[in-house]
């Protein structure tokens, strides 16, 4: 079975100052919003997918809700947060999250229960809407930095996609391909091919990362998510201010290092 991405999740220390970078590089971030359990987001919105960033904006509500469960989303990201900025989950489209806990449960993942929750979201007219998410969690011991689960969207989707948050002045319209750098990248490759996204994750070691994206950079994590691919409509609307934030031209590819980026890469293709 092969899965589509939901969303990306980009830990940062400062949400205001990664919201400020994206937008100058053309993309339109929605409002801020406040989870229940101590972490906030903003988001990029693409075609039926988007870039989360996160931060722990109230880290007291994490010690309050969440400390006895089996897994928690917020605990997660803030041990993250500890260790470094970066790409530290991967969602994929679920409708039916219970049943892809099975399914997960069935390729040898370690599954906790499925998570529900809720918040409050913003349209573009300034309406406040609610929006809720079920997510299962397959995780696996060489992934501790890099986690992949399923969110099922549990209000109609007019509550969450408008076409406003989704036009972009740098034309981008999708996450391509996920990265990631492994020590053991061979056994990730068979995990990730177990639970049906090795079609849209592609495990490299550090050597072949730096050799096909011709950056090398201390901020490349050795056990996880080191980027993604964005696809774009064209290129040149987004060249100048990449160039501004360090990125380098291979092979027609926009890419902006790590370093430069709050622990993430970005690689810009056309489409």
Same mark, same amino acid.
């Given at each position: 079975?092969?899965?589509? /991405? ?57 010690? %309050? ?5 089996? +897994? ?45 929750? %809720? ?7 300034? %309406? ?31 509550? +969450? ?29 068979? +995990? ?35 980027? +993604? ?7 040149? =609307? ?11 031209? =291979?092979?027609?590819?926009? /890419? ?16």
């Amino acid at each position: 079975m092969s899965r589509a /991405i939901d969303h990306i999740v980009l830990c940062v220390n400062d949400l205001d100052a990664a919201i400020a970078v994206y937008t100058q590089l053309g993309f339109t971030v929605t409002p801020r919003a406040v989870h229940p359990f101590g972490t906030g987001n903003a988001l990029i919105q693409l075609d039926g997918m988007y870039i989360e960033l996160l931060a722990v904006i109230d880290p007291d509500k994490i010690a %309050e809700t969440d400390l006895a469960q089996p +897994f928690s989303f917020p605990i997660y990201n803030r041990d993250y947060l500890r260790h470094r900025e970066g790409m530290s989950m991967l969602a994929l489209q679920s409708r039916d999250a219970e049943q892809d806990r099975q399914k997960f449960i069935a390729a040898g993942a370690a599954v906790p229960p499925v998570f529900h929750f %809720e918040r409050d979201a913003k349209t573009p007219d300034g %309406e406040t809407v609610g929006v809720a998410f079920s997510l299962a969690y397959a995780n696996h011991p060489l992934l501790r930095h890099a986690v992949t689960f399923v969110c099922q969207h549990r209000h109609p989707v007019q509550n +969450f996609y408008f076409p406003d948050y989704q036009s972009h002045q740098n034309g981008a319209v999708a996450i391509g391909k996920v990265l990631v750098d492994h020590w053991a990248a061979e056994a990730v490759r068979d +995990f990730y091919e177990e639970i049906g996204v090795d079609a849209i994750v592609d495990v490299l070691h550090g050597d072949e990362l730096i050799s096909r994206y011709g950056v090398e950079d201390s901020a490349f994590p050795t056990d996880g998510f080191a980027g +993604f691919e964005l696809i774009v409509d064209d290129i040149a =609307k987004m060249a100048d201010a990449a160039f501004a934030m360090g990125a380098v031209e =291979k092979d027609g590819m926009l /890419i902006i290092p790590p370093s430069r980026f709050f622990g993430v890469m970005m690689v810009i293709k056309a489409k």
